[in-house]
T-cell receptor, first 114, second 115 residues
Framework: AQSVAQPEDQVNVAEGNPLTVKCTYS??????LFWYVQYPNRGLQFLLK??????LVKGSYGFEAEFNKSQTSFHLKKPSALVSDSALYFC????????????FGRGTSLIVHP | DTGVSQNPRHKITKRGQNVTFRCDPI?????LYWYRQTLGQGPEFLTY????????KSRLLSDRFSAERPKGSFSTLEIQRTEQGDSAMYLC?????????????FGEGSWLTVV
């Protein structure tokens, strides 16, 4: 079975400060990990993914994420937050030895204050 | 690449009526997914197609729900005898057929409100 947890319902950060949105996962084998962003009344937009290789993955809009196998985590980060980054962020996992269907977390609402 | 297209974007229906949503995946994407999302929750898997074959269905997909993907192109999701609990956003996504960690790409979703 595969699962993902996003322990924070909401993250607040001031514009210009670094941000972190947390994600931990559980899979039987090795993970494929994904981050998506959702703006109000819109679908999910792909940000970045970890497949294999370098643990630090860079994605769209200046976001990056670090894969940590020992802590089973894949936290999303950005060095300097923008007000326009305010949105819902979803982490997803797929077991490399399982089906082709990703499982999503409940989401974290990121609020960037001016 | 025009992205995943979903229609209608919004649907308000009376309890007991049937509704149908359509999804046009990204061209040449063999895999197609339906998810449901309610307020404050992440997307929950409903069903998955590879080409025209429906390979997996969630327990969430009750007998009132049916999905098809004729000819492996567009897909439809029909909900019969709608209930208020069916109110949600229905998301369609597609991905290419590859052995590696293929990304799934979502459409803008179809909002269903059952009154």
């Amino acid at each position: 079975a595969q699962s993902v947890a996003q322990p924070e319902d909401q993250v607040n950060v001031a514009e210009g400060n670094p941000l972190t949105v947390k994600c931990t996962y559980s899979v039987s084998g090795n993970p494929y990990l994904f981050w998506y962003v959702q703006y109000p009344n819109r679908g999910l937009q792909f940000l970045l993914k970890y497949i294999t290789g370098d643990n630090l993955v860079k994605g769209s809009y200046g976001f990056e994420a670090e894969f940590n196998k020992s802590q089973t985590s894949f936290h999303l980060k950005k060095p300097s937050a923008l007000v326009s980054d305010s949105a819902l962020y979803f982490c997803a996992v797929r077991d490399t030895g399982g089906s082709y269907i990703p499982t999503f977390g409940r989401g974290t609402s990121l609020i960037v204050h001016p | 690449d025009t992205g995943v297209s979903q229609n209608p974007r919004h649907k308000i229906t009376k309890r007991g009526q049937n509704v149908t949503f359509r999804c046009d995946p990204i061209s040449e994407h063999n895999r197609l997914y339906w998810y449901r999302q309610t307020l404050g929750q992440g997307p929950e898997f409903l069903t998955y197609f590879q080409n025209e074959a429906q390979l997996e269905k969630s327990r969430l997909l009750s007998d009132r729900f049916s999905a098809e993907r004729p000819k492996g192109s567009f897909s439809t999701l029909e909900i019969q005898r709608t209930e208020q609990g069916d109110s949600a956003m229905y998301l369609c996504a597609s991905s290419p057929l590859s052995l590696s960690g293929n990304t799934i790409y979502f459409g803008e979703g179809s909002w269903l409100t059952v009154v």
